[in-house]
């Protein structure tokens, strides 16, 4: 999630808020998006062309502002002039975000925001940190604007059951490799043991020696006894 906003409400002129409306979100173009412009700027710089592209780059990132509240979204721009533009949550239609060679690197992007019945893109927060994140806070909060019910930080009810049902698939995928664990374990002992019990012992060896050599003494003495009695 985003930082929380430290933006006081009381202290800026150009947003007016509601008496129930809250700051979730504020900030203004990502520190790096000045790069571009400084390799631009600085080998300009000697005919003086430089200057005022770098200059003119910061003051354009010092007066943007970008604000996301619970009811809606705010753009200020503007550098002699001041342009503020709102979008409630509720005329949202789609969001999507974007990153170039520089934003991929350094974590900034620009986030579109399209409404209901527009053309295009009708809002841009240009080159905001973490972008996919910001998206994703509008889009909890265009989800609570349509009904659903949101927590204190933007997720819906269905994304709260979404993320207890991830956790109890995880607890009962580590629970099942547990009992696979112990079932291999027991079979491995069961069949030691009757590995064990199915090997002779010396004792049975020996009497079965005994009584085959008996058996061999008596068909041995039989032909003797006939033989003393033709005599």
């Not at 009757?194 to 009497?207: F, I, K, L, N, W």
């Amino acid at each position: 999630m985003p930082e929380a906003s430290t933006l006081d409400p009381e202290t800026v002129d150009w947003l007016t808020l509601d008496a129930d409306e809250v700051i979730v979100w504020s900030g203004n173009p990502h520190e790096s998006s000045l790069i571009p412009a400084l390799v631009v700027g600085i080998p300009l710089s000697i005919v003086l062309v430089g200057l005022f592209i770098i200059g003119g780059a910061y003051l354009q990132r010092e007066n943007t502002q970008y604000v996301v509240t619970t009811d809606a979204l705010y753009k200020k721009t503007g550098v002699l002039s001041r342009d503020v533009q709102r979008i409630d949550f509720g005329k949202v239609q789609n969001t999507s975000y974007s990153q170039d060679f520089f934003g991929a690197r350094f974590g900034y992007g620009n986030v579109d925001v399209s409404t209901a019945g527009g053309s295009g893109v009708e809002m841009q927060f240009s080159s905001v940190p973490d972008p996919r994140e910001i998206q994703e806070l509008i889009n909890k909060r265009v989800k609570g604007s349509r009904g659903e019910r949101t927590t204190e930080s933007g997720e819906t009810k269905r994304d709260v059951l979404d993320d207890i049902l991830v956790e109890l698939r995880e607890i009962r995928t580590t629970l099942d490799a547990q009992q696979e664990s112990t079932g291999n374990a027991a079979a491995t002992t069961s069949t030691v043991g009757s590995t064990v019990a199915e090997q002779p012992t010396g004792g049975d060896d020996t009497a079965r020696n005994d009584t085959e050599s008996s058996d061999r003494d008596t068909t041995d003495s039989a032909p003797d006894d006939e033989s003393e009695s033709e005599r």
